[in-house]
């Protein structure tokens, strides 16, 4: 599990001037609590079989206006942050 960065921190004004915007913006929603919220019913319901991954990730998709560009499988990895993403295969 990563370890979240406080805001509160002498360099966190530093760190978010060095972001481009799409990192921003993912910095932005893993912060906003409507959309942790809305991201872990998402999880729950898949792990329950409520629905299926696929529809899950488009509907949230949809809900918050993201897009992530095709990710490498060299860089995939566990996803242990709150920002969706497909988990590569």
Known sequence: MS??????SATAADDLHQLNRPG??????????DYQEDYHQMIRRVATGAVSEDAATLALVHRWGLSFRVRSDSLCGPNSGVVAARTCS
């Open 24 to 33: 921003f913006a993912q910095e932005f929603l893993r912060r906003n609590h």
């Open 3 to 8: 370890i979240i960065p406080d805001w509160r």
